[in-house]
């Protein structure tokens, strides 16, 4: 969530964030509710230090033998009082929390105003594949090749799924297998989080309570809220891995790896540039975060995007790094990069990776702080998270690009280790 004093002070400059992500937000009646909100605050610790003057003056005239029939009618009209306003600030409190709830992270300076049209591209890698031969699709390649079963995977679970077999399970879990190797020989500890979460989890990430319809409820409450969910990301259960904390300085940076499958209300079509595993309500990913230290998230922003880099590079693919503009940045994020792969048979790029800065939103969110070594007052850490990767895109762009004339496909020798042959053929 953002800073409420950084409202209070700064409107024009939230107004202006706003607007970079296409938001008209009315911060001048929230600024009115904000300033109720503490009038409300302040006569109810009056009326409350005035109960315990009462009472104290009760207590006294009890010891002495001293009537105090008045002050016992003072004190029940007292009682009702604080009643009434500790209500009354509850219901603005309350007000006043969902609106800061609603309200998306700040976009940094730097990240163009508008919607995914104003995306940036900052660098393109490697060389674009040219084929002396007609391509064949991800699709054609991976049912040709025996390593994924669209049909069978839509008859158990629906469209938008499938099942990897042969040489495509054994080729998912050599990815998956050499992406976490690589990220715990860099330093980050190794977790295997919860698949079912809890509401607080969703909200510390920043989906909840606006996006909570796009996750895959398992147990609702009374009101209907979700009180557990499968996880989209394990970016959810990271974010609030350290909530209510308060770490030491010297903790810091925290650098964690998880591997999870991924479940998305959102899947695919029969539109080609949603076939296969492109797009489905399950997918594996393989998820990087780090907690830090405001004044480092910068470059832990670069190495992790860096991280992310250098296993597409590993894999031999043709790539882009593309910095998001603030309307296609998600909700909680204040900057984006995505490390985008070439997709031969659409002419596009696909995203493999987004790596992102949260700043303190998250951290605040879910009150996760740091204590600075030389003392002080408790700051918030800033939370970051990349992709390290997600497979269901990554596969399509290997096969592709790595395919030969005759309809087999290379593997990169980075995988071979993990007990692939060097050349994918027809079972």
């Not at 974010?239 to 770490?247: F, R, V």
Request: hydrophobic share 40%; aromatic share 6%; charged share 30%.
């Amino acid at each position: 969530m953002l800073d409420v004093t950084l409202v209070r002070q700064h409107p024009r400059r939230v107004r202006e964030g706003l607007a970079k992500r296409g938001l008209d937000v009315d911060l001048d009646a929230f600024l009115a509710l904000d300033q109720r909100l503490r009038e409300a605050r302040t006569a109810l610790e009056r009326l409350r230090g005035e109960r315990r003057r009462v009472s104290a003056d009760i207590a006294t005239r009890r010891r002495t033998g001293e009537p105090a029939d008045e002050l016992l009618r003072r004190a029940a009209e007292l009682a009702d009082r604080v009643a009434e306003a500790t209500a009354a600030h509850g219901r603005l409190e309350t007000e006043h929390r969902a609106f800061l709830d609603g309200l998306p992270n700040l976009p940094d300076p730097d990240v163009p105003a508008g919607g995914k049209e104003h995306n940036e591209v900052v660098r393109t890698e490697g060389a674009r594949p040219e084929f002396g031969f007609p391509p064949r699709d991800h699709v054609r390649l991976t049912e040709e090749l025996a390593l994924v079963d669209h049909r069978r995977g839509a008859a158990l679970a629906g469209s938008g799924n499938w099942v990897y077999r042969g040489e495509g399970a054994a080729l998912e879990w050599a990815l998956l297998n050499h992406f976490l190797d690589g990220h715990r020989r860099a330093g980050y500890t190794f977790v295997l989080p919860p698949h079912l979460l809890t509401w607080q989890a969703g909200y510390v990430a920043g989906q909840f309570p606006k996006f909570a319809d796009d996750v895959f409820v398992t147990d609702r409450g009374a009101d209907g809220r979700p009180e557990r969910f499968l996880l989209p990301t394990a970016e959810t259960a990271l974010a609030a891995l350290h909530q209510g904390e308060t770490l030491d300085e010297s903790e810091l940076p925290l650098k964690y790896v998880a591997c999870t499958p991924c479940y998305r209300k959102e899947a695919g079509g029969y539109r080609a540039a949603e076939r296969g595993t492109l797009r489905g309500h399950q997918f594996n990913k393989v998820e990087l975060f780090q907690l830090t230290r405001p004044a480092d998230s910068d470059a832990a922003q670069l190495e992790l995007l860096d991280r992310a880099e250098q296993l597409v590079t590993d894999l031999g693919l043709h790539y882009r790094v593309t910095r998001l503009a603030a309307g296609d940045t998600s909700a909680a994020q204040a900057k984006t990069y995505d490390v985008e792969v070439w997709l031969p048979s659409l002419g596009t790029y696909a995203e493999v990776s987004s790596v992102s800065n949260a700043r303190d939103y998250q951290a605040r969110r879910g009150g996760i702080r740091y204590r600075p070594a030389g003392g002080g007052k408790a700051a918030y850490v800033h939370t970051l998270n990349a992709s390290g990767l997600a497979t269901s895109r990554l596969v399509p762009a290997l096969l592709e690009q790595h395919q030969r004339p005759d309809g087999t496909v290379a593997v990169p020798e980075v995988l071979r280790r993990w007990g692939l042959p060097e050349v994918l053929r027809r079972p």
